[in-house]
């Protein structure tokens, strides 16, 4: 079956204080590997799609990695507006109808 | 806006009550996808239909829920009998189908059950 599992669970930074949230898939056949942003009480908003390992993709702060087994968001100098849940989601060539299965999210915090 | 829309936003029923949600998606999407997400945790496939018709429904997806979309546009999720199991934030995505992969999610339906 396929698993998706991030890590960290919680990530508290100071403004200006980068770092990277990890994604490790289990899966046969990745057709893509998807990032989304949560905020509280709203529906996910589309960050990235990778296809392939070496992929890499980047939007303001945010740049997103591939591997054969993981995939790494990294977030560069945060700010205080990009405190959201980013999750991970993996599609399979077998999935009908390209359905995403999740992970867990990492909740990410940024203090001023 | 074009984007995915849901109503209602927020819905509260009691136990053994039954409710509908309905999910408008952008216009040109052919494909529309139903998850459940519980706090704290990532959404999880229920089902999804190519135009009007349904080709796939998870095993969440028990015999209390029926979803439909007639005539391949709009399309409502009922949960009938409700438990205070089924509360959650239900969403609905859409995506245009072929070798378009990326699902656009609406703001969800949040439910509580009583």
């Known amino acids: 079956e396929d698993q998706v599992t991030q890590s960290p669970e919680a990530l508290r930074l100071q403004e200006g204080e980068s770092s990277s949230l990890n994604c490790s898939y289990t899966v046969s056949g990745l057709r893509g590997l998807f990032w989304y942003r949560q905020d509280p009480g709203k529906g996910p908003e589309f960050l990235f799609t990778?296809?392939?390992a070496g992929e890499e993709k980047e939007k303001e702060r945010l740049k997103a990695t591939l591997t054969k087994k993981e995939s790494f968001l990294h977030i560069t100098a945060p700010k205080p507006e990009d405190s959201a849940t980013y999750l991970c989601?993996?599609?399979?060539?077998?999935?009908?109808?390209?359905?995403?299965?999740f992970g867990g999210g990492t909740r990410v915090l940024v203090k001023p | 806006d074009t984007g995915v829309s849901q109503n209602p936003r927020h819905k509260i029923t009691k136990r053994g009550q039954n409710v509908t949600f309905r999910c408008d998606p952008i216009?040109?999407?052919?494909?529309l996808y139903w998850y459940r997400q519980t706090l704290g945790q990532g959404p999880e496939f229920l089902t999804y239909?190519?135009?009007?018709?349904?080709?796939?429904k998870s095993r969440l997806l028990s015999d209390r829920f029926s979803a439909e979309r007639p005539k391949g546009s709009f399309s409502t999720l009922e949960i009938q009998r409700t438990e205070q199991g089924d509360s959650a934030m239900y969403l609905c995505?859409?995506?245009?189908?072929?070798?378009?992969?990326?699902?656009?999610f609406g703001p969800g339906t949040r439910l509580t059950v009583t």
């Open positions: 995505a859409s995506s245009l189908g072929g070798q378009f992969y990326e699902q656009y």
């Open positions: 989601a993996v599609q399979t060539r077998k999935a009908a109808g390209n359905k995403l299965t």
């Open positions: 216009s040109e999407h052919n494909r």
């Open positions: 239909f190519q135009n009007e018709a349904q080709l796939e």
């Open positions: 990778l296809y392939s």
